[in-house]
């Protein structure tokens, strides 16, 4: 499976981002979350830094998403019984996607605050 094609690893790529969009939930969500603060940085015209930083940002919460999504369905094939440590490995993986989410909701709100207090 090494060494692949740049355009067949890149359909791998693409392949993961569609089934986790059919398969989670949670993914989709922060997708549409993301499609919103486009429209919100629309809206504001915030400079080029802010934008740098909410498109960061916005990729922070979905790669922590993605990795959630891969741990957890690994798990579930490889044990599928519940366990208590498979559970608390489980809540980890989402608990960084918490602090994902939180961390992008404190830089949205430092956004909203800095184009008020400039207006």
Do not use: C, Y
């Amino acid at each position: 499976m090494k060494n692949r094609p740049f355009l067949e690893r890149l359909t791998f790529a693409l392949a993961g981002l569609g089934n986790a969009w059919k398969r989670e939930r949670s993914f989709r969500t922060q997708v549409w979350i993301a499609g919103a603060v486009g429209l919100v940085l629309l809206g504001l015209r915030p400079p080029a830094i802010w934008w740098a930083v909410i498109l960061l940002t916005i990729a922070f919460v979905l790669v922590a998403e993605l990795l959630n999504a891969a741990v957890e369905a690994l798990i579930d094939h490889l044990h599928p019984d519940i366990h208590t440590e498979i559970r608390i490995i489980k809540d980890m993986a989402a608990g960084a996607v918490l602090v994902a989410s939180i961390t992008a909701g404190a830089i949205g709100v430092a956004l909203v605050v800095s184009s008020l207090s400039n207006s």
